[in-house]
């Protein structure tokens, strides 16, 4: 296999591999701010400047995605990864408390963080625990 297959594969591979997405619980609007060139530098190292949200986002986040797109990782390829740009996607939030799925604890706290666990699971969503004191 010549060089130009082996990183023909690793780019082909390598591209949309990173996501990371961050829910905050907030209900989410149609706001979405994107910025798809995220300057970070040395594999992450140093990270990009922050996304201004306070003016657009008047009533604060519900979620933040970062990604590495194809086009990403291949301009992180070809700067041997000195450049690493990101793609990150702010959807803003409504000012309301999302609605999730609630599991009431009682004494048995090792239950009812099980019973969250498979909910959450089940559901692929996050849910809220309530612990009685």
């Not at 291949?74 to 996607?89: D, E, H, Q, S, W």
């Not at 999730?100 to 969503?125: F, K, M, Q």
Request: glycine share 8%.
């Amino acid at each position: 296999m010549s060089r130009h297959h082996v990183l023909l594969a690793v780019l082909l591979f390598a591209g949309g591999c990173y996501h990371a997405t961050i829910e905050t619980g907030a209900a989410p609007s149609a706001q979405v701010i994107q910025k798809e060139w995220a300057a970070s530098w040395i594999g992450g190292l140093v990270p990009p400047d922050p996304v201004e949200t306070a003016s657009k986002c008047p009533n604060g986040v519900s979620k933040v995605e970062t990604q590495h797109s194809f086009l990403n990782m291949v301009a992180n390829v070809l700067t041997f990864g000195i450049y690493t740009p990101m793609t990150i996607t702010v959807t803003c939030g409504t000012g309301r408390r999302a609605e999730l799925p609630t599991v009431h604890g009682s004494a048995d706290v090792a239950a009812a963080v099980a019973e969250a666990a498979a909910l959450s699971y089940a559901g692929d969503t996050a849910v809220q625990l309530e612990l009685a004191r």
